[in-house]
């Protein structure tokens, strides 16, 4: 049987550490949100597993995507602002860990004790703009 988020795969499923819960309502507008394929927000589809969660509003456009293969998303659900916040605050961080300064999980660790959240929850698609903008600040001045 073909994998959807109907029918996810379990062993996909249990490989993802702090999973969030599927958003039912919109976070901005409070429309239903419902599964669709990636070529709703972008004309086709993209990647291997092309399903993500997206507001029903067509005025919102809040979405976000899935873990492959499973229904869990990647993070909460983000309008523009968000989805933007959150693209302008990874380069930074991307740099301290691949330029070898830290091993990946070390970084988010670090990132984690800056901002003051649990390392389990310090995850890019968790952030809101607030922690986006600090968290892009605190690693520009390491990768300074």
Partial sequence: MEKTPYNPSKKATG??????????????C?????????????????????WLYV?????????????????IPLGTLANQELRN???ECK?????????GLMTRTEAYQWLAKKLSIP????HFGWFD???????????????A
């Fill in 15 to 28: 490989r993802v550490k702090n999973p969030l819960p599927a958003p039912v309502d919109c976070r901005y």
């Fill in 30 to 50: 409070q429309s239903p949100v419902s599964i669709a394929k990636n070529s709703a927000i972008y004309g086709r589809e993209y990647g291997e597993w092309p």
């Fill in 55 to 71: 507001c029903e509003s067509s005025l919102c456009r809040a979405y976000i995507g899935m873990h492959p293969f499973t229904a």
């Fill in 85 to 87: 916040a959150r693209k």
């Fill in 91 to 99: 380069p930074a961080f991307n740099h301290i860990w691949q330029s």
């Fill in 119 to 122: 390392a389990g929850e310090c």
């Fill in 129 to 143: 703009v607030d922690l986006c903008h600090r968290a892009k600040l605190i690693c520009e001045g390491v990768a």
